[in-house]
């Protein structure tokens, strides 16, 4: 047993569960006073290694946890309350398997994560494998808070809200967490945890190379998965040196590199899930099939709290190829021996639903509600003198729609779960999964498959799909189902980016200097940050007011930012213009004490030559936006063809510290502003009569390659540290075509989506 | 019975002749590669080819295709050698999610397959498919590098013109 780490194998499916429990530490098993810990490391990791069953050595580091009151990370003697985010396993035939705890959604974190690794390790990159790691409570993801908190202090980012002991700190242990999202993949993880787990095996396979070659470590150096001895010309591979390398003591300081040293880091390499992509092969939880598994369409009550008052399930039992009506408390969902059957027999329901009291309600009282909120959290009036501006904006709720619905398949048999599903966040979805079935977590097993898309869809606190599927799964227990929404369903049950309306005001002076920079809006306590412009304005009042609710909302990409860099940058430009500045001119000079943001902004002028002339009827717009440490500035070309609004080309400037997978760093930001656009010009998720009306791509349109710009990116990299690339490129993009529009038309739009008049 | 020509094969699925053919495909043929995400024929997601033209299999009756040709991605490739806009995606890193993909590549193939010197603006008004993810720009380059150079491309390329 002593040295019997049993970690998952590459033979092992990644979700699957562990025959025996994974000892987080292998050392620890040898017993605890011979474990080894890294005194410099030890308040904010722990470290574990050991010989893998069949030779070489496993490798794995754990998160961090929290003491209660303050932030220090606990010590020794925590054993169970660390949390292994990472294993490396290197075995006798010099490949190495890297486990990463982050799913992929297509943002290539996988990939990006595992580079971070690779290189501290100084493998062959083409001798390493990237998986997920499976979803279990030791891998779960402490790293991701470290990331935020390093942001923002000790304010916890909104959607770990639901899933967070605040009090206890004790995040990962207590919540399960295990979250892709927030743009966090390359920046919590693959700093804090990664690097560290790559350099300290490194240092074990240097050690066991001295050892061998009987030179000093300092006179090794690794290199392609080999260590070389360059004076006397030995080398072996990291596969011979493992044996030994798994007996040694964990080293007292691995030497993580600087970045000049760096040489996969900051080259493109290629993602591994994309050949299954292209043939059709790739499996999204849509795609599960099990045996004799049945399909279930649903319905659920169209009004938020509305439950299903009465349904008489008749028409739907007597057609062809249906099993059963499911009722439940909100919802009906027919089983059947298709998704087509099923789906036709809900049709041919008539649930009658109750609407909690809320089907009064449309998008004009929503809107109401939000102004009434601001109306009793006024503007001081100014104090200084000068011109006074100010203006309203307003934005709708939005649909993730994702390309993929919701889709689950879930079984309940010899007292055991399993769900099939692609989520964010596995190990939150096992909880959410336990409580419907009420069985122990234990008994829970998630498979997670790709996503088809996330953006913020499948984060903690949205898995009503799994719920439902393990409702449903109840009635046709043993047998599996297969839960799919029909897009319809899915937009109308999303949890969408909130309403938000912001109230604005400032002062310019004669020569053109902002005095005064005064915003109430409505959303979360914690959406204050992102409203705080990096302009050098001495006068400043920003401050949130809590948001009246109707529909549900979550996380959707780029978050508060999405609000917030359309109300700041579109305000900004309205000063600018009250100033008779021009708006790249006018930022310029208010970011001299922001030299990032400066550079940022300059060279996005630069790439679309903000000054030179353009064919009539086109104008330019500029919008400088920070998020996930990462700061974005656009410049739009735009113009207006019987009444449409056509973006022509988007040049965008990024820092996001260091540039990991260029690549797919290029391939985040191209996603971003088509994402960005397409709420810009088309998104707007309205209700009426307390329901959502959209029901498909038709009345919630989508940027297609016709309406598609040229988009040309450039990276700047800064000492700054790792910042996020999946969101950031959002924010900048909806003012950065108002603000164009404006310079064509002199139509000042402040609400979204943009319509002309 | 609804018998026709799948990927190559002949093919007798059980199932009713109103069936969308996007749903015979993914639950009784059990290919899955082809994509369900708005069922109405506007996301084109499903697309398939029908005797060598890209259709929106979630609008076509299974009846519709009785002794006719079907080709879904699964069968985009000649045996182990793919399509060379399947290698193109893979040389361009094409996907994000990837679940418009499988769409995009039959919309695209069937028109390559018509207009082999397609130009971009061609691609760009006739491919109205949805990708999520925003991959356009890559779809752009990626197709342009596959579409067969007609001889004034050539020269312009090379500076003839
Ligand atoms: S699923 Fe067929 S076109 Fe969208
Ligand atoms: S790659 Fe995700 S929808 Fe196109």
Redesign the interface.
Known sequence: MSDELTPPSASTPPTEPSPEPITPFGKISTGAGKRSRLRKWTRRAFIGAGAAAGGGLVLGVGGIVFSPNRLSYVPDGAEGEGHLTTWIRITPNNHTTVLVPHCE????ALTGLGMLLVEELDADWNLCTIEEAPAEDIYANGYILHAFLGEVGVSIPGFMGRAFDFGSFKMAQFAGLQVTGGSTSTRGTGVFGLRLAGATAREMLLEAGAEQFGVSKAELVARDSRVHHEPSGQSATFGELVGRASELDLPSSPRLKSRDEYRLVGTSQ??A????????????G??V?RPDMA?AAIMRAPVPGGQLAQVDPSPAEAM?GVEQVVQLDDAVAVVAK???HAQQALDALEPQFTDAGLGHVDTATIRGWHAAALDEEPLAEPTQGGQVVTAEYCVPYLSH?????MAATAQLADGRLDVWCGTQDPLSTRGVAAAVAGLERDAVYIHNQ??????GRRLPGTYDYVEQAVAVAKATAPRPVKL?W??EEDMRHGYYRPFVMGRFQGVVDEPGRIHRWASRFTGRATDGLEADPPYGIKDKDIAVVTSPAHLRTGEWRSVAASQHGFFAESFADELAHAAGRDPFEFRRELLSDAPRHRAVLERAADMARWASALPDGRARGIAIFESFGSIVANVCEVGVENGRILVYRVDSAVDCGLVVNP??AL?QI??????GLSAALFHEITVKEGAVENR???DFN?????Q?P??NVSFIESDAPVGGLGEPGVPPVAPAVANALFAVTGQRLRDLPLHLA | MIDFTLNGEAVSLDVPPEMPLLWALRESAGLTGTKFSCGIGNCGACTVHLDGAAVRSCSVPVANVAGRAVITIEGLADGEALHPLQQAWIDHQVPQCGYCQPGMLMAISALLERRPDVTDEQVTESITNICRCGTYERIRSAVQSVVQKTDEDLDEENGNV
């Open positions: 959604m297509g943002q290539g290629d993602r899930d994309i050949p299954g992509k292209v043939v059709g092969e790739a499996g999204y849509m795609d099939v399909y062809n298709s998704y087509w729609a994702t390309m993929e619905p790709q996503l088809g898309g996330g953006f799919v029909s897009r690549q797919q391939a191209h996603g971003s502003v088509i994402f498909n791509f038709p989508m940027v297609r390659l016709a598609a040229r988009v």
